[in-house]
Nanobody, 121 residues
Framework: QAQLEESGGGLVQAGGSLRLSCAASGRTFSSYVMGWFRQAPGKQRALVAQMTPGGTPNYSDSVKGRFAISRDNAKNTVYLQMNSLKPEDTAVYYC???????????????WGQGTQVTVSS
C-alpha cells in the first residue's frame, strides 16, 4: 500500500538548520499536493508548507522566509529545508499527501509516521 516515510529529524541549536525528507512508496505521488504538518505537545497539528504537483509552494506565516519546501517527482520525494530554527519550531513533523490543497486535516489522504525536531535555546 502507499506509504510516506520521513527522515532527517533530530536535535539542533537555535539558529541552526535541518533538512527533512519524505520518501513515498506504493504509488506515484507526482499528481498529489505534498506537504508538511507539525504538532507540538499540547497543540493541534498544523500545516507548515505544501507544494502543488506543478511546484507552487505555500507556507504558514510562522515559517515564511525560513523554511523551503521542494519536491522531486522522479524520486517520489518531498523535502523541507528548515533554516534559522527557533525553539518554537520544536514539534513532530509529518509528511502528508492529498489530491487537493491541504487546508484542513481531513483533506490529507496519506500521512507519514512523523519525525521529531527539537530546537534547543
Amino acid at each position: 500500500q502507499a506509504q510516506l516515510e520521513e527522515s532527517g529529524g533530530g536535535l539542533v541549536q537555535a539558529g541552526g538548520s535541518l533538512r527533512l525528507s519524505c520518501a513515498a512508496s506504493g504509488r506515484t505521488f507526482s499528481s498529489y499536493v505534498m506537504g508538511w504538518f507539525r504538532q507540538a505537545p499540547g497543540k493541534q497539528r498544523a500545516l507548515v508548507a505544501q507544494m502543488t504537483p506543478g511546484g507552487t509552494p505555500n507556507y504558514s506565516d510562522s515559517v515564511k522566509g525560513r523554511f523551503a519546501i521542494s519536491r522531486d517527482n522522479a524520486k517520489n520525494t518531498v523535502y523541507l529545508q528548515m533554516n534559522s530554527l527557533k525553539p518554537e519550531d520544536t514539534a513532530v513533523y509529518y509528511c502528508a499527501a492529498g489530491t487537493r490543497y491541504m487546508v484542513r486535516l481531513d483533506l490529507v489522504d496519506y500521512w507519514g509516521q512523523g519525525t521529531q525536531v527539537t530546537v534547543s535555546s
